[in-house]
């Protein structure tokens, strides 16, 4: 069977979502956000402050918010992460149904079956936002560093799974520190680098001002995000102690 565009962007695979931070009506399966990409970023960073505080749950996640956003999807941010169990955006950014569209894989790496979720979220959906997140001690990256500085081999497709990343460790192979910290922040910053500049469908709406994208780290141990990776324009607006890192 051969689906249309319309009913292709109607599937129910990808339904779930509505416009962030109303309740006031049933979902609209046409709309968009209204955030603009500096408005999604400082609600993910207001998110992770509440993460930080102790909040466990979003207001967003009930009964009726399941209801609201069954017909319709509007994120207001693209999160490309990483698998790791111990890394669930909707958690740390404290937020709730339908507000994160979510791209996640080991090494958070971005794929041909990534990249067209991300065009999706973009042009289907209207996310004003990508960020592409690493973590603290990621074990696909570290895997990289252990083929990178010992040869090593993986089974199976762990082995192409993690070649993507190898580039990132050898740039990384340079910098002071932390040879896997560094390697992280490398991985996400040539994957944000491939976004910003290389992917013909996200390149209008970033010149138009209508979509960023941006790299962050997130700490396994203090719970923070570094947003260390953003377009000059994005300027952070909450006070330093609000922002994790």
């Not at 569209?101 to 289907?124: L, P």
């Amino acid at each position: 069977m051969t689906l249309s565009r319309r009913s292709l962007f109607a599937c129910a695979c990808c339904a779930g979502a509505v416009l962030p931070f109303s309740r006031a009506r049933a979902a609209d399966p046409h709309a968009h956000t209204a955030l603009t990409p500096d408005e999604a970023l400082d609600a993910l960073r207001q998110g992770n402050a509440a993460f930080l505080r102790g909040a466990t749950a979003s207001p967003l996640s009930d009964e009726h918010r399941r209801h609201e956003v069954a017909g319709g999807q509007a994120p207001f941010a693209i999160l490309v992460s990483c698998s790791d169990s111990r890394v669930p955006p909707e958690l740390l950014f404290a937020r709730g149904l339908g507000e994160l569209f979510v791209v996640r894989n080991a090494g958070n790496t971005v794929d041909s079956a990534a990249m067209g979720s991300i065009e999706y979220g973009v042009t289907a959906l209207g996310a004003p936002l990508i960020v592409v997140m690493g973590h603290e001690r990621c074990g696909a990256v570290s895997a990289a560093v252990s083929v990178v500085s010992d040869n090593a081999r993986f089974p199976g497709s762990i082995g192409p799974m993690v070649e993507p990343i190898i580039p990132a460790v050898l740039e990384a192979r340079s910098d002071p520190g932390e040879l896997l910290d560094n390697a992280v922040r490398r991985n996400v910053s040539r994957t944000v680098r491939r976004l910003r500049e290389q992917a013909p469908l996200l390149l209008a709406p970033q010149a138009e001002g209508r979509l960023k994208v941006v790299g962050a780290r997130y700490d396994l141990d203090d719970g923070a995000v570094d947003f260390f990776d953003l377009p000059q324009a994005l300027i952070p607006s909450l006070p330093a102690d609000q922002l994790g890192r």
